[in-house]
């Protein structure tokens, strides 16, 4: 069974800070994606990596595919109090498998 | 309009009780998926249909059963809810082919609490 841990599962930063949040597994997979989900709302996905090594920038955002496959992390440059949100990993070619979640707060 | 819509939105129900979440989508998806989303826990699987004709069993089905109408159309049932059943309801629908990863889309979820 694949498994995905992410690290850490609650974060509480001052706006302007940078944070990194690590999506980790023992297992390959042929790619992974991150949701954001607000509440009250269902996850809504950012980004897919495919390719080992792979980096994909979306603004302030920036999302690496480790080089074996099984971890990745997302990388937020001055966050804002519009990042806070619960950030979901998932992977898997039939049906996904998701983190736990991270649950990131941006206080102004 | 919302591409994936679920009904209810709320519901409070009590314990022994059926109850019924309707998945209703416009993106032309032929698989689509409910899980369920309780704190600490990220998202599980409950089922999963790929077509009209086909069902399969997530990670957690024990107490829950699902029927594809259409193919835009996944209900979830739980025949007798049980307290522990109390979490948020999320359906899923996502494309398959050539340059899809199977990213799913969500609807904005069902909040369900059994009594």
């Known amino acids: 069974t694949q498994l995905l841990e992410q690290s850490p599962q609650f974060l509480s930063i001052q706006e302007g800070e940078n944070l990194t949040v690590y999506c980790n597994s023992s297992?390959?997979?042929?790619?992974l994606q991150w949701y954001r989900q607000e509440p009250g709302e269902g996850p809504v996905l950012l980004v897919t990596?495919?390719?080992?090594?792979e980096v994909k920038k979306l603004k302030r955002l920036t999302f690496q595919f480790g080089d074996a496959r099984k971890d990745s992390s997302l990388h937020i440059t001055a966050a804002q109090p519009g990042d806070t949100g619960l950030y979901l990993c998932?992977?898997?070619?039939?049906?996904?498998?998701f983190g736990q979640g991270t649950r990131l707060t941006i206080n102004p | 309009d919302a591409d994936v819509t679920q009904t209810p939105r709320n519901r409070i129900t009590k314990t022994g009780k059926r109850i019924m979440l309707e998945c209703s989508q416009t993106?032309?998806?032929?698989?689509m998926y409910w899980y369920r989303q309780d704190p600490g826990l990220g998202l599980r699987l409950i089922y999963y249909?790929?077509?009209?004709?086909d069902i399969n069993k997530g990670e957690i089905s024990d107490g829950y059963s699902v029927s594809r109408q259409a193919q835009a159309k996944f209900s979830l049932s739980l025949e007798s809810a049980i307290p522990n059943q109390t979490a948020l309801y999320f359906c899923?629908?996502?494309?398959w082919g050539v340059g899809s990863y199977n990213e799913q889309f969500f609807g904005p979820g069902t909040r369900l609490t059994v009594l």
């Open positions: 249909s790929f077509d009209v004709k």
């Open positions: 899923a629908t996502s494309d």
């Open positions: 297992s390959v997979f042929s790619s």
């Open positions: 993106k032309g998806h032929d698989r």
């Open positions: 990596v495919v390719t080992g090594g």
């Open positions: 998932a992977g898997g070619a039939q049906k996904l498998v």
